[in-house]
C-alpha cells in the first residue's frame, strides 16, 4: 500500500470548515484514499472513502486531486465533538479475496476550538 | 444494532497469567480483526479473520498471543504469559465489505 503523509496537528474554530490534507504521492491505479478518525479513548471511526473523484457523505466530503496524488477531507461545520485524530489511509479495495487489511499511521490531531 | 462488542473493557494482571480478550462482532459481518494500540506503535493489526477462517496472522507478535473464531458470532484473543510490555489498548474490528471496518470501544490491558 501506498505511503501517506499527514500534518501532525491542526487547529479549527468551532462552526468552520475543517480542511485536513493528505499527501500520497506514490499511490497506483487501483488503490482507494479512506479516512478513519478516532477519538479520544474510542475505537477508530469510519468516515469516508474515494478512488478519484469527490465524494460526499453525512459526515465529511472528500477532495481528490486529479493526479490523485494527493487528497483533502473537508468537515464542512466543524463541532467540538470532531476533535479527533483523523487518518488517511491508502489501500486496494477490492470485494473479493482477502486484502483487507488497513495500516494505520499517526494521522492529525485536528482540535476545535470554541 | 449494538455494534462490536468487546469485553473486558478493562482488565489489570500480573506477569505471567494468562489473559483472554472477547469480542462479538457485528451480526452479519464476515471479517473480524483484532488490533493493538500504544503510544510508541500505533495503531497496529495483530490478526484478521475471514469467514471464521486466519487469513493473516503475521502481525501477532510471538507465540504467547494466539486468536481463534470459533463460529461468526466470537472470537478471543489470548495471551501466555503476559508481560508488561503486552500493556496496551486492544481493538477488535468486523466488516462485511472491504469498505468500513467497525471498530468495538477496545480492552485497555495493563500487566503488572
Known amino acids: 500500500d501506498a505511503k501517506t503523509t499527514q500534518p501532525t496537528s491542526m487547529d479549527c474554530a468551532e462552526g468552520r470548515a475543517a480542511n485536513l490534507p493528505c499527501n500520497h504521492s506514490?499511490?497506483?491505479?487501483?488503490?482507494?484514499v479512506y479516512w478513519y478518525r478516532q477519538i479520544h479513548s474510542q475505537g477508530p471511526q469510519y468516515i469516508i472513502h474515494?478512488?478519484?473523484n469527490n465524494e460526499t457523505n453525512e459526515m465529511a466530503s472528500l477532495i481528490i486531486t486529479e493526479d490523485r496524488k494527493s487528497s483533502t477531507l473537508i468537515l464542512p461545520h466543524a463541532t467540538l465533538r470532531d476533535t479527533a485524530v483523523y487518518y488517511c489511509?491508502?489501500?486496494?479495495?477490492?470485494?473479493?479475496?482477502?486484502?483487507?487489511?488497513?495500516?494505520f499511521g499517526k494521522g492529525t490531531l485536528l482540535t476545535v476550538n470554541p | 444494532d449494538a455494534g462490536v462488542i468487546q469485553s473486558p473493557r478493562h482488565e489489570v494482571t500480573e506477569m505471567g497469567q494468562e489473559v483472554t480478550l472477547r469480542c462479538k462482532p457485528i451480526?452479519?459481518?464476515?471479517?473480524l480483526f483484532w488490533y493493538r494500540q500504544t503510544m510508541m506503535r500505533g495503531l497496529e493489526l495483530l490478526i484478521y479473520f475471514n469467514n471464521n477462517v486466519p487469513i493473516d496472522d503475521s502481525g501477532m507478535p510471538e507465540d504467547r498471543f494466539s486468536a481463534k473464531m470459533p463460529n461468526a458470532s466470537f472470537s478471543t484473543l489470548k495471551i501466555q504469559p503476559s508481560e508488561p510490555r503486552d500493556s496496551a489498548v486492544y481493538f477488535c474490528?468486523?466488516?462485511?465489505?472491504?469498505?468500513?471496518?467497525?471498530f468495538g470501544p477496545g480492552t485497555r490491558l495493563l500487566v503488572l
Open positions: 474515494g478512488l478519484k
Open positions: 474490528a468486523s466488516s462485511l465489505d472491504p469498505r468500513a471496518q467497525y
Open positions: 451480526s452479519g459481518h464476515n471479517s
Open positions: 489511509i491508502v489501500r486496494v479495495s477490492n470485494s473479493g479475496g482477502s486484502n483487507y487489511k488497513l495500516t
Open positions: 506514490t499511490i497506483s491505479g487501483n488503490e482507494y
